[in-house]
């Protein structure tokens, strides 16, 4: 784990991710600072452009888009990485304990996740936010967590399949660990590339989908996020009367924090199937294969 680590901070693609994904955060958090507008206020002329009172213009309603995007990204973030963690929780418990129970358990958990996997999610993710109706960000980030654990799931238990033949495990089973412990200590270690990969994916996804579900008209309209603000944008027709400024800055946040985001998967990926690397980051690889550090 410490050799993916430090192959990650020597990584020029999750360096760079990493950044975009820090500067994203950083505004999130210090948006009281950054702004003095109430995000839900009305603090201007309807569809003011940008100017030094408003950056990033004003909204139909005359709401400071610039504050929406700084307040909305605590949303997009929050429903994100609550997702991702929720997913990735899920269904790395489920994939290890499957794949180094097997037998009956496993049979069941598999039973599951092809059931799950069976069903087209974002069809599921429709229906489920339309019944709900006017679905906050939390129910949504509850929804994604629930209905997107099974790739993961499945994903984990093959790797754990391969790492519970390898000496260290069997070697630990042998002086009569508990099966709980060599899962945590002994396997979980030797699966967190895959389970890097898992949420880093996942928090994409959630992002991504959460924005489309409340672009959509499935989320709560008083909720302040980068989704809403495209569905208010739409519907105020917004480019039709040229208040680009209300319709691109959440396009180009959201882009912002994908790109920043699929970096990170990139490099992790890399990581984790020696296939992926080149250049200077398979020269370290190599070197620390060479110093025995690189058992994943």
């Keep these: 784990m410490g050799a993916v680590l ?7 693609k999750a360096l760079a991710g990493l950044v975009i994904v ?3 955060v950083a505004l999130a958090i210090a948006a009281p600072w950054l702004t003095e507008f109430d995000p839900a206020r009305r603090v201007g002329r309807p569809h003011q452009p940008p100017s030094w009172d408003h950056w990033l213009g004003t909204t139909r309603i005359g709401q400071d888009v610039f504050a929406r995007l700084l307040y909305g990204a605590r949303t997009s973030l929050a429903v994100g990485f609550g997702s991702g963690l ?14 180094y129970r097997g037998g009956r358990i496993d049979e069941v958990i598999s039973f599951f996740t092809n059931m799950v996997l069976v069903v087209p999610n974002l069809p599921l993710l429709l229906v489920l936010a339309a ?5 906050s960000p939390w129910v949504i980030a509850l929804i994604l967590g629930a209905t997107s654990w099974a790739w993961g799931a499945r994903v984990t238990r093959a790797e754990t399949l391969s ?5 260290f495990v069997k070697s630990a089973e042998m002086l009569g660990e508990p099966s709980w412990r060599i899962m945590m200590f002994e396997i979980f270690p030797n699966v967190i590339s895959i389970v890097g990969i898992n949420f880093v994916g996942s928090v994409i996804f959630a992002v991504i989908t959460e924005a489309t579900l409340e672009f959509l008209g499935l989320g709560d309209p008083k909720t302040v996020s980068w989704g809403m603000m495209l569905f208010n944008a739409q519907n105020a027709s917004a480019l039709q009367v040229g208040a680009w400024w209300d319709i691109l800055s959440p396009c180009f946040a ?3 924090l994908g790109a ?16 992926l690397r080149t250049g ?5 690889w190599s070197l620390l294969m060479r110093r025995g550090e690189g058992r994943l």
């Design 6 to 12: 430090r192959s990650l901070a020597h990584n020029r």
């Design 22 to 24: 820090a500067v994203i």
């Design 86 to 99: 929720l997913i990735t929780a899920v269904g790395t418990i489920l994939g290890i304990v499957a794949g």
């Design 131 to 135: 019944f709900i109706g006017q679905a």
């Design 163 to 167: 790492v519970k033949q390898k000496d």
């Design 254 to 256: 959201l882009i912002s």
């Design 260 to 275: 920043g985001l699929s970096l990170l998967n990139f490099a992790v990926d890399e990581i984790a199937n020696p296939r």
């Design 280 to 284: 200077n980051t398979l020269s370290r």
